[in-house]
């Protein structure tokens, strides 16, 4: 009973000296470089015209990750922190990922397409590497999430910038349809997708900033916000209506629990967010998009998520596919 003990301690100790800063002070500037080479890399890899416009991509997603373990190794981070690897690959969520891993290999059995079947193996294989690649940079510095946080909300601005200027194409006959607004990515699909998943971290510094931080995460889930109802991908919309119920839930039993009002602060600078951008949005849609585009893409938001009513008419065959 006294081992297990002494680890718990040694482990909670160690967490403390990282999570206070004690662990490295100053921050440690070649893996800061290291930790941002290995968000940027990949998000800007380009497709150098291959078949699969991110299997390049995902390729510089697993060199970064491979380099950044070895050089994790070689500094010592492995014996300085044993326990690491047991208590990563205890957490429900990884415990999650590793099904996932298991369930993508075993659906190759009954693949159409072995190829395509090993490819979304490889893809979500170099993902889960990546994950724990992160794990083991934030371990070893906690004090950069902040500053990821702050780099991926700017970007999630910029991104959301260069989304509203080809709307503006778009309005004014440049562009032909919202379905060929992409950037640096391989589809507009896949653009709404790091749009989305970079809302994480302006709603974490909304959340849990302070000052400019904090108006910082509002800019950043606006436009972010924003951007994704004028990408016109039903998913996020679906997306952002879950996220809004499930903040709403959390601070409302909260509030109700705690009588907290932080939170409704929270939750109402957020909903004030997605209102103005909605409202933006409609506006856009319904006045200055040209009438003759009668796709989906230039449909209310309202109207776009009828659409899933025929779930084999709006997959447009996918379903089928898989």
């Given at each position: 009973m006294k081992q297990p003990l002494k680890t718990k301690n040694v482990k909670s100790s160690a967490l403390a000296a990282i999570s206070s800063g004690k662990a490295e002070n100053?921050?440690?500037?070649?893996?800061?470089?290291?930790?941002?080479?290995?968000?940027?890399?990949?998000?800007?890899?380009?497709?150098?015209?291959?078949?699969?416009?991110?299997?390049?991509?995902?390729?510089?997603?697993?060199?970064?990750?491979?380099?950044?373990?070895?050089?994790?190794?070689?500094?010592?981070?492995?014996?300085?922190?044993?326990?690491f690897l047991r208590g990563f690959f205890t957490e429900p969520p990884v415990i999650a990922f590793i099904a996932l891993l298991l369930f993508s290999a075993l659906s190759m059995i009954k693949a159409i397409s072995i190829p395509e079947s090993l490819l979304h193996l490889?893809?979500?294989?170099?993902?889960?590497?990546?994950?724990?690649?992160?794990?083991?940079?934030?371990?070893?510095?906690?004090?950069?999430?902040?500053?990821?946080?702050?780099?991926?909300?700017?970007l999630l601005i910029i991104e959301s910038i260069a989304v509203f200027a080809n709307i503006a194409k778009f309005i004014s006959g440049s562009i032909a349809a919202i379905a060929d607004i992409k950037t640096v990515y391989s589809n507009k699909n896949i653009l709404a997708?790091?749009?989305?998943?970079?809302?994480?971290?302006?709603?974490?510094?909304?959340?849990?900033?302070?000052?400019?931080?904090?108006?910082?995460?509002?800019?950043?889930?606006?436009?972010?916000?924003?951007?994704?109802?004028?990408?016109?991908?039903?998913?996020?919309?679906?997306?952002?209506?879950?996220?809004?119920?499930?903040?709403?839930?959390?601070?409302?039993?909260?509030y109700?629990?705690?009588?907290?009002?932080?939170?409704?602060?929270?939750?109402?600078?957020?909903?004030?967010?997605?209102?103005?951008?909605?409202?933006i949005f409609s506006l856009f849609q319904q006045t200055l998009y040209p009438k003759a585009d009668t796709s989906r893409h230039t449909q209310a938001v309202s109207e776009q998520l009828a659409t899933l009513g025929n779930i084999q008419e709006a997959g447009g065959g996918r379903l089928d596919g898989w």
């Open positions: 100053p921050i440690n500037p070649l893996l800061t470089l290291v930790f941002f080479a290995a968000v940027l890399i990949p998000t800007y890899t380009p497709h150098f015209n291959t078949l699969d416009a991110n299997g390049p991509k995902f390729l510089a997603l697993s060199l970064i990750s491979i380099v950044v373990v070895a050089y994790l190794y070689f500094t010592g981070f492995f014996k300085k922190y044993p326990w490889a893809k979500n294989y170099s993902v889960f590497f990546s994950v724990f690649v992160f794990s083991l940079l934030f371990m070893r510095e906690q004090r950069l999430l902040q500053w990821v946080a702050i780099g991926l909300s700017l997708s790091a749009l989305f998943v970079k809302l994480v971290f302006a709603l974490w510094l909304l959340i849990s900033g302070k000052g400019y931080t904090r108006w910082l995460g509002w800019i950043a889930v606006f436009s972010g916000v924003l951007a994704t109802f004028f990408m016109a991908t039903r998913a996020f919309y679906l997306g952002t209506i879950a996220l809004t119920v499930v903040m709403l839930f959390y601070y409302g039993v909260d109700f629990r705690f009588r907290r009002r932080k939170g409704l602060k929270t939750i109402g600078i957020y909903l004030l967010a997605v209102v103005l951008a909605f409202s």
